[in-house]
């Protein structure tokens, strides 16, 4: 372990940034043969946080190791403590526990497929904290972890045009190789027709075909909700999973603040918030 000192005044405890893949080595190829021409390469996986409160209790739900089995997880254990607390004796407390239900969590999502990387935080700042590990790692997306029984449906909501290649990075990184089916959701904004909404949505759905997910598999609805967070929860109760992006710039505010809780509380399952792209400094 290696305890590096941050701009946020926080101690980091980390496995100097484990790495655990969940490929398995296939069989070797013989001398003298080549691989099929048109085999899979490097493949970039997108880029997920997965936050967890270890020492207050939470763990990785059921069926979000699926859910991310394509995905390069950043998986952060973190722990809030009092101003009056120095990270070191915090770690020197906790640590060890800590570190060990993270290793845990972190072959659950090995063993299905993902890429892991681990840290382990002891904080005064819990929304500094992932808004720096969010750009450190170029997260594509933060997970907001709910459990889920199976994942053959997600529901992406869809607010305008604004990031929304990152919203389709990471549906097809994660889904197209999934066989799950995605529906395409979007609220009418004041002054848009449907003829609007679905044409927006047409080219999302596109742009997905483009990046390999199946056109069968893909559904748009367009709808005219005077509550779109309401209309969000309702929709979401026939999906397993929801993929929504932020609506304020502000990255910890959405992820702590208000949309993405609200629909996760009311949804009962995991919610991926596609974060915007980090404003050039």
Known sequence: MTDTPTEDGEEQTETGDRQTTGEQ??????TGEQPEPDAPTDVVRPSVLVPL??????SLPNGVPELLANARVVLLGYHVIPEQTATE??????GEKAMSKL???ADSLAAAGADVETRLVFT??????IDRLIYEYECLAVLVPNSAERVDSVLVALRGTVGVGR???LVAGLFADAGVDVTLYHALNEGESPDDGESFLNGVRADLVERGVAADRIETL???ADAPLDAIAGRAESHDAVVMGETDPSVTTFVFGMPSEQVA???????????????EE
Request: proline letters at 10%; aromatic letters at 6%.
């Open 53 to 58: 409160k270890l020492l207050e209790g939470e």
């Open 124 to 129: 005064h700042d819990e929304a500094t904290t």
């Open 222 to 224: 367009v709808e005219d």
């Open 25 to 30: 080595p296939g069989p070797e190829t013989p």
């Open 265 to 279: 509380e009311r949804f009962l399952g995991p919610v991926l918030v596609v974060q915007r792209e980090r404003p």
């Open 89 to 94: 004796q915090a770690r020197e407390q906790f």
């Open 103 to 105: 290793d845990e969590f």
């Open 167 to 169: 919203n389709t990075r």
